[in-house]
């Protein structure tokens, strides 16, 4: 049975690495639900990360850096928009366009002012937001090791980290309980029926492509100004594919969309604990585990989810009939 250190770290482990994956999968799931099919995801979360380290950076102000995120990453969530919605392309290409696009922006535009090869320096103190002692932290702290625990796993977190797991409940209740959701669904299943009451398609599918801006901003920030100290190169690391892969197997439900990507995480948070691990008198290869979520993404993709059907309008431009 492990001890108690080691599940404090994990499951610290597991909630820091679940909070970029949740952002992302909300925000793939209000844009897919309304038939907008998002694989730009990894590419919004690389230059939120960007503009949020690089504005921190300039600026030394948290709140000035995440809205610089929020905005860069909504910007290019309306050129996906613009190319989908308003000129009826391929989201699929449009999607791959905004991660190439995105990759290469972050890495030459870093170089340009940083002269690091694309890295940027490391964020002054000011624009960090890791987390730190809350007010009751000297009461826990008294109750001995467990208090502590229930600390360092509820309580010493980055703000990211409570605006994700917030925004869980808070996803159901808009798709499940408001006007905007309702109609948001049913966009995604048949536009055709949400035009002929006189609703805009076009204007539904532009809001939620923006509500998918914003949040994979959050999640873009969190990366490099919660879980690491700057933006690195590629340092999404394939979070936005793995966000979608997520999404499909949470059948487009946010309650769903948070345990998967608690799972993704918990495998990654695991890794140093697996390393060096023997099976069978077999060492367990580092590659392997390092692998570990990017095999569970194609095990599960491979069909052992069941039927995941997807918005029946997903993937498909609105022509509307004349």
Same mark, same amino acid.
């Given at each position: 049975?492990?001890?108690?250190?080691?599940?404090?770290?994990?499951?610290?482990?597991?909630?820091?690495?679940?909070?970029?994956?949740?952002?992302?999968?909300?925000?793939?799931?209000?844009?897919?639900?309304?038939?907008?099919?998002?694989?730009?995801?990894?590419?919004?979360?690389?230059?939120?990360?960007? =503009? +949020?380290?690089? #504005?921190?950076? @300039?600026?030394?102000? /948290?709140? !000035?850096?995440?809205?610089?995120?929020?905005?860069? $990453?909504?910007?290019?969530?309306?050129?996906?928009?613009?190319?989908?919605?308003?000129?009826?392309?391929?989201?699929?290409?449009?999607?791959?366009?905004?991660?190439?696009?995105?990759?290469?922006?972050?890495?030459?535009?870093?170089?340009?002012?940083?002269?690091?090869?694309?890295?940027?320096?490391?964020?002054?103190?000011?624009?960090?937001?890791?987390?730190?002692?809350?007010?009751?932290?000297?009461?826990?702290?008294?109750?001995?090791?467990?208090?502590?625990?229930?600390?360092?796993?509820?309580?010493?977190?980055?703000?990211?980290?409570?605006?994700?797991?917030?925004?869980?409940?808070?996803?159901?209740?808009?798709?499940?309980?408001?006007?905007?959701?309702?109609?948001?669904?049913?966009?995604?299943?048949?536009?055709?029926?949400?035009?002929? =009451? +006189?609703?805009? #398609?076009?204007? @539904?599918?532009?809001? /939620?492509? !923006?509500?998918?801006?914003?949040?994979?901003?959050? $999640?873009?920030?969190?990366?490099?100004?919660?879980?690491?100290?700057?933006?690195?190169?590629?340092?999404?690391?394939?979070?936005?594919?793995?966000?979608?892969?997520?999404?499909?197997?949470?059948?487009?439900?946010?309650?769903?969309?948070?345990?998967?990507?608690?799972?993704?995480?918990?495998?990654?948070?695991?890794?140093?604990?697996?390393?060096?691990?023997?099976?069978?008198?077999?060492?367990?290869?580092?590659?392997?585990?390092?692998?570990?979520?990017?095999?569970?993404?194609?095990?599960?993709?491979?069909?052992?989810?069941?039927?995941?059907?997807?918005?029946?309008?997903?993937?498909?431009?609105?022509?509307?009939?004349?």
């Amino acid at each position: 049975m492990p001890d108690l250190s080691t599940v404090v770290a994990l499951s610290d482990g597991t909630l820091r690495g679940a909070t970029p994956l949740l952002l992302a999968c909300l925000a793939g799931l209000y844009s897919e639900r309304s038939g907008v099919f998002d694989i730009g995801l990894e590419g919004k979360i690389l230059i939120a990360a960007f =503009a +949020g380290a690089t #504005v921190g950076i @300039l600026t030394g102000s /948290a709140l !000035i850096a995440v809205l610089a995120a929020i905005a860069a $990453s909504t910007l290019f969530a309306l050129i996906h928009g613009v190319a989908c919605i308003t000129f009826r392309g391929n989201q699929i290409v449009s999607g791959v366009a905004i991660n190439f696009l995105a990759l290469g922006l972050a890495a030459v535009a870093g170089n340009a002012i940083f002269s690091m090869g694309g890295r940027t320096p490391q964020l002054p103190a000011s624009a960090r937001l890791n987390g730190g002692d809350s007010w009751f932290t000297p009461m826990l702290e008294g109750m001995g090791r467990y208090g502590q625990a229930v600390e360092d796993i509820a309580f010493d977190q980055s703000i990211f980290v409570y605006i994700a797991f917030a925004a869980v409940p808070f996803t159901w209740w808009v798709l499940y309980r408001t006007r905007f959701g309702m109609r948001l669904r049913a966009v995604g299943e048949n536009p055709a029926a949400v035009d002929t =009451a +006189g609703i805009s #398609v076009t204007g @539904l599918r532009y809001r /939620a492509v !923006i509500c998918a801006g914003v949040l994979c901003g959050l $999640s873009g920030a969190t990366l490099s100004m919660a879980l690491n100290s700057g933006y690195i190169n590629n340092m999404s690391a394939g979070r936005g594919f793995i966000a979608l892969a997520a999404l499909i197997f949470a059948k487009w439900r946010p309650v769903q969309a948070m345990f998967a990507c608690l799972l993704f995480a918990f495998l990654n948070a695991s890794e140093s604990r697996l390393q060096g691990t023997e099976v069978l008198g077999f060492e367990i290869p580092v590659q392997l585990v390092q692998a570990m979520p990017y095999l569970l993404v194609v095990i599960l993709l491979a069909g052992f989810i069941g039927q995941a059907r997807a918005p029946k309008a997903g993937g498909v431009p609105y022509v509307k009939e004349r």
